[in-house]
């Protein structure tokens, strides 16, 4: 059982800056070495969108529209994952859920409640 919170959702100026946090709490010890840790967002009338995921071997990806903008990380002592949002445009406006997801297990598939991003042009 994984349980996921997420932080630091807000209102911001076009331009600005967020750094959206994701707590992991697992009896695992390390959630990162078995799970595919990713932040998705859904804005309003849209289906939700993997926006960056890092996998176990600390490999990221991101989809095009934020290449160059976000940064994914994460701390194994913390537990938690990151995601620093630099440079926000209002078309980053929705909600930000953070995921764990077992690379080989589908059945094991946590999400986090949500954090509100909203940009502000």
């Known amino acids: 059982q994984v349980q996921l919170v997420e932080s630091g959702g807000g209102l911001v100026q076009a331009g600005g800056s967020l750094r959206l946090s994701c707590a992991a709490s697992?009896?695992?010890?390390?959630?990162?070495?078995?799970?595919?840790m990713g932040w998705y967002r859904q804005a309003p009338g849209k289906q939700r969108e993997l926006v960056a995921v890092?996998?176990?071997?600390?490999?990221?990806d991101y989809t095009d529209s934020v290449k160059g903008r976000f940064t994914i990380s994460r701390d194994a002592a913390k537990n938690t994952v990151y995601l620093q949002m630099n440079s926000l445009k209002p078309e980053d406006t929705a909600v930000y859920y953070c995921?764990?997801?077992?690379?080989?297990?589908?059945?094991?598939?946590?999400w986090g409640q949500g954090t509100q991003v909203t940009v502000d042009s």
């Open positions: 995921n764990a997801r077992h690379p080989v297990s589908a059945y094991l598939d946590y």
């Open positions: 697992t009896s695992l010890g390390n959630i990162f070495s078995f799970y595919v």
């Open positions: 890092i996998r176990s071997g600390g490999i990221t």
